[in-house]
Nanobody, 130 residues
Framework: QVQLVESGGGLIQAGGSLRLSCAAS????????MAWFRQTPAKEREFVAV????????YYSDSVKGRFSISCDNAKKTVDLQMNSLKPDETAIYYC???????????????????????WGQGTQVTVSS
């Protein structure tokens, strides 16, 4: 079991940058795939990005590719999401998630499916104003 606590959300103007952080605790963290998802009331939970604790494989949704960057800090045990050029429609609650099925990253499949993740943080609100 992994415990996750997000921080760093807030109000930002369109075009601005924000960095989210997820503090992770628990056993065998290195065996987990670490991801960020986001959700609004009108939409299902949406995949944003995923990586391993080795940072050797990373995937992004097409909508954030080139603007967002995910990374794990093994010393701090955090998973960070750097978000640049934010857009108003990216206003959402951002969730950190962990999956014990690390192999799916190396297989390149299922990592975007929220059902593959059984550990979730409480979420942090990001509001992008126009």
């Amino acid at each position: 079991q992994v415990q996750l606590v997000e921080s760093g959300g807030g109000l930002i103007q369109a075009g601005g940058s924000l960095r989210l952080s997820c503090a992770a605790s628990g056993r065998s963290l290195s065996t987990y795939a670490m991801a960020w998802f986001r959700q609004t009331p009108a939409k299902e939970r949406e995949f944003v990005a995923v990586t391993s604790w080795r940072n050797d494989v990373t995937y992004y949704s097409d909508s954030v590719k080139g603007r967002f960057s995910i990374s794990c800090d093994n010393a701090k045990k955090t998973v960070d999401l750097q978000m640049n050029s934010l857009k108003p429609d990216e206003t959402a609650i951002y969730y950190c998630a962990a999956s014990a099925v690390l192999q799916m990253l190396y297989n390149g499949e299922y990592y975007a499916d929220s059902q593959e993740y059984d550990n979730w943080g409480q979420g942090t609100q990001v509001t992008v104003s126009s």
